[in-house]
């Protein structure tokens, strides 16, 4: 079963380990990615990944049903466990796999993903179009519509893989 788990700032590694520690067993860890790169003034590329959804990591317990979790609350690098997360089994799992269904082939999530939840308002991260606010007009199989907060209207190719955040 998956839960939700919540860790602290840069105690990701820590928890892990003491988890694994805890429960003896391997526990398989999954905390979707997305790659940034951001142009410096010196034209240098700087390379930022994060976790798509901040502090939260997805945690896969294969006996979770022998296990209780209110045990392991007090596990160093852990802020919280979401409990709620126990109850939507589906949804996780749905949503866990549309994440691996989306990544490249470095294991980042590429900016197709955002475009699955019918999000209308972006900004785009790199690319020619950097730190512009667009708004999606149509999506077809390989390119986007788009129009940008200037009344301009934009062609993105999805195979250009430029990154953009939802707003």
């Not at 805890?22 to 410096?40: A, H, M, Q």
């Not at 199989?141 to 200037?150: D, H, M, P, T, V």
Request: aromatic share 16%; net charge positive; with cysteine.
């Amino acid at each position: 079963m998956w839960v939700i788990a919540k860790v602290k700032k840069k105690n990701l590694e820590i928890f892990k380990k003491e988890l694994e520690r805890k429960l003896k067993s391997k526990v398989t860890f999954y905390f979707p990615k997305i790659l940034i790169k951001k142009k410096r003034f010196n034209g240098n590329i700087k390379i930022i990944i994060k976790n798509l959804l901040g502090n939260y990591i997805f945690c896969y317990f294969q006996n979770l049903e022998a296990i209780r979790l209110c045990d392991y609350k007090f596990t160093r690098g852990l802020d919280y466990f979401l409990f709620e997360s126990l109850k939507n089994q589906k949804s996780l799992y749905n949503f866990i796999n549309l994440c691996k269904s989306k990544e490249n082939k470095d294991g980042s999530i590429s900016s197709e993903f955002f475009i699955n939840f019918n999000l209308k308002k972006f900004k785009f991260i790199d690319g020619p179009f950097h730190n512009n606010f667009f708004q999606i007009i149509k999506i077809y199989k390989k390119k986007i519509i788009a129009e940008l907060s200037n009344k301009t209207k934009i062609v993105i190719n999805k195979k250009d893989n430029y990154l953009f955040e939802s707003i």
